[in-house]
C-alpha cells in the first residue's frame, strides 16, 4: 500500500470515523439505566474493581464459545432452548434473571454494566435490574455488546459480518477461559 493511502486510512481512524463510514453506537431498546461505550465500561471497571461488574447476559454458550471480556460475570437474560426458532435458534427469558443477580451483587453498592452480543439483551437486563433494586443510575447497558453491529454494505467483503464497534472490535482484553466463579450454572431452558 503506498504512503499516501495508509496516511488517510489513519487519519479517517484517527478522526472517530472507519473505513465503513462514520459508524455511530446505537441503543437497542428502551431504558432508565446509563449507556456506556466498551472502552468507557472497561475504564469504570478499572477505577472500582471492588464494585463495578461487567454482566455478560448472553447464553453460556455464547460465553464460552465465543469468548468474553476477562472478569465478566455470566448471568443469562435468556437461555438458549436447543430448539429452532425464528432466527434460526430458540430463546426462552431466564426467570430467575434478578433473584441470580441479587445472589452475586448488592443493590446499594455495586454498579453493573450489561452487555450481550450487540446490545438488546443488555437493554432489557438494565430494567431488570432496576425491578431487582438497582436505582438507574446504578446499572449501565454497553454499548455494541461484545461483538458489535453488522456491516450494512452490500459491496463490502465484510457485508453481514459483525465488524462495527463491540468490545472485541475495540480490541479490550478478553478470553475463552472459564472461571467457575463467574460463569452461569447452567443454560438450558427447562
Not at 488517510?8 to 484517527?14: I, R, T
Not at 453460556?60 to 460475570?73: C, D, K, S, T
Not at 432466527?87 to 452487555?115: C, H, T, V, W
Amino acid at each position: 500500500m503506498k504512503k499516501w493511502m495508509l496516511a488517510v486510512v489513519a487519519c479517517v481512524f484517527l478522526l472517530g470515523g472507519s473505513a465503513y463510514g462514520a459508524f455511530k453506537y446505537q441503543i437497542k431498546a428502551e431504558h432508565e439505566g446509563g449507556n456506556v461505550t466498551p472502552s468507557q465500561a472497561y475504564e469504570m471497571v478499572k477505577n472500582d474493581p471492588g464494585h463495578t461488574f461487567i454482566i455478560d447476559t448472553r447464553t453460556r454458550p455464547e460465553y464460552e464459545l465465543i469468548g468474553h471480556p476477562v472478569g465478566a460475570y455470566n448471568v443469562p437474560k435468556k437461555f438458549w432452548t436447543g430448539k429452532l426458532g425464528e432466527k434460526g435458534y430458540g430463546m426462552a427469558e431466564n426467570p430467575d434473571f434478578e433473584k441470580d443477580l441479587l445472589a452475586r451483587f448488592n443493590p446499594a453498592s455495586d454498579k453493573l454494566i450489561f452487555m450481550c452480543r450487540s446490545g438488546k439483551r443488555s437493554c432489557l437486563s438494565c430494567q431488570a435490574a432496576i425491578q431487582a433494586g438497582w436505582k438507574p443510575e446504578s446499572v449501565c447497558n454497553m454499548l455494541g455488546g461484545f461483538e458489535g453491529d453488522k456491516i450494512k454494505n452490500k459491496d463490502s467483503a465484510f457485508d453481514g459480518q459483525r465488524k462495527l464497534g463491540g468490545w472485541k472490535n475495540e480490541g479490550l482484553p478478553w478470553t475463552y477461559h472459564i472461571d467457575k466463579a463467574l460463569v452461569y450454572k447452567t443454560d438450558l431452558a427447562q
